[in-house]
């Protein structure tokens, strides 16, 4: 019996790389890693993710579809990517010390969207988180984020005079307000936080507490923050910030929420899980298990500091004096430009960072009295403290010549020229 070959309008699928495929759209990705190699990466909440995790992450595993939970899902063929999933859920709850954990989540957003259901918030209930300029999230309580929309919200603040949490205050408004919920942990505070005296708080109220660790989970992992895991009832966290996965989310809970946690993720607010994205963040798990793990975290620690330091021998002032961990915020309060002029002159010197709102903003969210810098990138290429000392130096050349185009470029060939040194991505 002979065959009729498929006509070519209904052939199988391309097979020719993306170099053949889409020029278009390979050029432009080559032409941003040119960027990222040619330029310094101090987003606080970005990070190179290895060779291993991409190649998971760009593996056949996104085509798999697998509504459900490990030996218990909705599609057939899932018996290897059950293997996959439950890999990851293995190296999660080692790495971390938890006694459960869903590797399901799509993003931070949602994971703290299933965490406030599975921790049984109903519209209307009371929940305290950080309010956004002193360090909070988006979804910790702002009125135009789901959290804010749904929840009453009582935020707390840093004090205004060490510019670390107001224990003072926390207590109090817990005791006056009594919230369902106190969520701790943040995406611009330079310092350790206290999760016992949190858990104490919690305690007194009758409050769950939920830590969001996204942006220092990596440093939790290696050992250079304290670990939530013994005071909090649920962990969220990304996985791509300083954990240095792929993109996406973790929840990490004690086993009486197992259950609330896995029905708030599926079916309550995501459909099929990203099976690639959690092929990868096995991967990032297994990495962040190893001895080296604990030297990176430690390093990025270490460049924090050090390039704090210079900055204050510049006479910058830095959000609570300095860092403790792998950010450090610019407050700009009493300068002629904005966070966002400051971010915008950085970047055409090859320096690239991020606005931040501080403590008692006056200005815009759009303009921002702050700027936010990160370590866990440039950590990520092999940068060290001599190497920070001198990004703080060319900070404050930035600063000095924000509107000399010359001098920017000045700068930019010698941001490129050490930049062009790192590992490349």
């Known amino acids: 019996m002979t065959t009729t070959p498929l ?15 889409d020029r278009a759209v390979w050029s432009l990705i080559q032409r941003d890693r040119r960027r990222h190699n040619e330029t310094l990466n101090l987003i606080a909440s970005e990070n190179y993710a290895s060779e291993a995790v991409l190649e998971a992450l760009a593996s056949h595993l ?52 299933a965490a406030y259901y599975a921790l049984g918030c109903q519209p209307g209930d009371t929940v305290m988180g950080m309010e956004l300029s ?26 205004p005079d060490t510019e670390t949490i107001d224990f003072d205050e926390v207590a109090r408004l817990a005791r006056e307000h009594r919230p369902k919920v106190i969520v701790a942990g943040y995406s611009a505070y330079p310092r350790i936080i206290d999760w016992a005296a949190f858990r104490r708080v919690c305690d007194e109220v009758g409050a769950a507490l939920l830590a969001d660790i996204a942006h220092i989970a990596g440093l939790v992992a290696g050992g250079v923050h304290p670990s939530p895991v013994p005071y909090a009832d649920v962990i969220t966290t990304t996985t ?16 009486q929420y197992a259950k609330a946690v896995d029905r708030a993720v599926f079916p309550g607010i995501q459909g099929g899980p ?42 910058f002032r830095l959000w609570s004096g300095g860092t403790d961990n792998h950010l450090l915020v610019i407050e700009l309060r009493d300068q002629p430009f904005t966070g966002a002029a400051f971010a915008k002159a950085l970047e055409r010197a090859g ?58 470029e000045r700068i930019r060939l010698e941001v490129r020229a050490l930049a062009s040194g790192l590992a490349p991505i």
């Open 240 to 255: 791509h910030k300083t954990l240095r996965g792929p993109r996406g989310a973790l929840i990490l809970c004690k086993s």
């Open 274 to 315: 990203h099976l690639s994205a959690i092929a990868a963040k096995a991967v990032c798990f297994r990495e962040a298990l190893q001895p080296e793990f604990k030297q990176y975290a430690a390093q990025i620690v270490a460049n924090a500091r050090a390039l704090a330091e210079r900055l204050l021998e510049h006479g």
């Open 351 to 408: 320096i690239i960072v991020s606005k931040s709102t501080i403590p008692g903003e006056t200005r815009s969210p759009w303009q921002t009295s702050g700027v936010r810098l990160g370590t866990p990138a440039l950590t990520s290429r092999g940068a060290v403290e001599r190497d920070m000392r001198q990004i703080g130096d060319w900070i404050a050349q930035v600063r000095d010549n924000l509107s000399e185009e010359a001098a920017l």
């Open 7 to 21: 006509p070519t309008s209904v052939a199988a699928r391309p097979t020719a790389s993306l170099f053949a495929e």
């Open 62 to 113: 996104n085509v798999k579809y697998a509504e459900g939970y490990p030996r218990s899902r909705y599609y057939q063929g899932v018996g290897i990517v059950d293997d996959i999933e439950q890999l990851a859920i293995d190296r999660a709850k080692e790495l971390f010390g938890a006694e459960h954990a869903n590797v399901q989540p799509y993003s931070g957003s949602p994971a703290n969207m």
């Open 134 to 159: 002193h360090g909070g999230h988006l979804t910790h309580g702002s009125p135009v984020n789901f959290s804010g929309q749904q929840f009453k919200i009582v935020s707390y603040h840093v004090s």
